[in-house]
């Protein structure tokens, strides 16, 4: 069997899989009353738009349109297709190994332009009608996106070779602010240069091609292409599991002593029952980039809504709600990460507990109350 052959095998068993995993949440009742009704519905709304652009367009400004294609782009992701018995076959007949990696890069580069065409394709009523960009413009604009993909593909595959863990997702944390201010840069000062764009993109594809080329013969790192490739294989079950309350992906700690308080240092002075539970709710939660990630993911996507949706009255109903969310959200928190240990578990009816449980949800929930209100100010005053 070909290498082609077995890309194609695995790419109609990745198939099947996510099929099975979409099933597992879309039934009949949700693809008929949720699904392909909200399908028809923005069908209708998209090409209302072709027609006259919503109101709220004029708030829609180029670089925004680019942070929401640069996004798209961020998420471009390599996948190998290689698996475990591959150590036994494939490292045999190392030719065979060779091109199927690159086939697969093949894949994920032809996957990561659909990607970001579709998003052109959505941005293409406020390009053309708003902007009006001529047809080379537009292309040009999709062309830069495709280029950055293929760049940001290259350096998550590299960055993952030598880092693990926190350090390398700090390093792509920072990776991407320096390119998301740069895209704001570049959109706000030279959009009407195309050629700019033709140059960006052609840097950014050779230094991925450059990257990337060494990683295509050698079998140097086949164990982290396997770790890599199950993460991928399972990212859409672990989305689902990461949004029920009944599931949750258990985080795999391969440190012998956490990297915060390792020695378990007391935080408060006070011998008392609440500042007990307090200690307890705090190193759990900060030891755990499942418990905190989840509470900075909530607060950034409300605070991505807040910035995008652009009558007032929604941003206040948004901010609202979200304060009732929070708290709620906390206090299932605190109830999951209490109750699930046993120090906690055993004075759960005591008056501490539910004192100390109000003042948790109070101080993580002001916070977050604090900082979207003063992004839902600055907000307002950069478009009066």
């Known amino acids: 069997m070909s290498s082609l052959a077995i890309l194609f095998n695995r790419l109609l068993q990745d198939f099947r899989f996510q099929y099975k995993v979409v099933k597992m949440v879309l039934d009949w009742t949700v693809l008929l009353y949720i699904v392909v009704p909200g399908l028809v519905i923005a069908g209708f709304i998209y090409r209302s738009w072709w027609v006259d652009l919503p109101a709220w367009g004029e708030f829609v400004y180029l670089p925004i349109i680019a942070v929401f294609i640069y996004f798209i782009s961020w998420t471009s992701r390599y996948r190998t297709f290689v698996k475990e018995a591959d150590e036994v076959f494939l490292l045999k007949h190392k030719l065979k190994y060779f091109n199927l990696k690159k086939w697969s890069y093949l894949y994920s580069l032809i996957k990561s332009t659909i990607s970001i065409i579709i998003a052109v394709i959505v941005a293409l009523p406020f390009l053309t009608s708003k902007y009006s960009l001529s047809f080379s413009e537009i292309i040009c604009f999709m062309l830069l996106f495709v280029g950055f993909s293929f760049c940001i593909m290259a350096i998550k595959m590299i960055l993952s070779s030598y880092w693990t863990g926190w350090i390398e997702k700090l390093l792509l944390f920072g990776i991407f602010v320096l390119f998301l201010v740069g895209t704001i840069i570049l959109f706000s000062n030279y959009v009407f240069v195309p050629v700019y764009f033709i140059g960006i993109s052609f840097l950014f594809t050779a230094m991925a091609f450059i990257l990337v080329n060494r990683r295509f013969h050698t079998t140097r790192y ?141 101080y993580l929930t002001l916070p977050a109350i604090c900082i979207l209100s003063v992004i839902l100010i600055v907000n307002l005053i950069l478009l009066s």
Do not use: C
């Not at 309350?245 to 391969?254: R, S």
């Not at 008392?272 to 509470?295: C, D, H, Q, V």
């Open 222 to 362: 086949f164990l982290q292409e396997i770790t890599k490739e199950n993460e991928e294989r399972l990212r859409f079950i672990n989305l689902i599991f990461g949004a029920s309350p009944g599931f949750e992906k258990q985080k795999i700690i391969k440190r012998k002593q956490p990297l915060l308080f390792p020695q378990s240092q007391k935080i408060f002075m006070k011998n008392l029952a609440p500042f007990g539970f307090y200690e307890l709710f705090i190193k759990i939660i900060l030891r755990n980039t499942t418990y905190f990630g989840g509470y900075f993911k909530l607060l950034g996507v409300t605070a991505f809504a807040i910035m995008t949706v652009p009558p007032l009255y929604l941003k206040l109903f948004i901010l609202i709600g979200f304060s009732f969310f929070i708290w709620i959200w906390v206090g299932y928190l605190w109830d999951k990460v209490i109750l699930s240990n046993p120090i906690g578990k055993q004075y759960r009816n005591h008056d501490a507990f539910f004192s100390a449980r109000k003042k948790a949800e109070f």
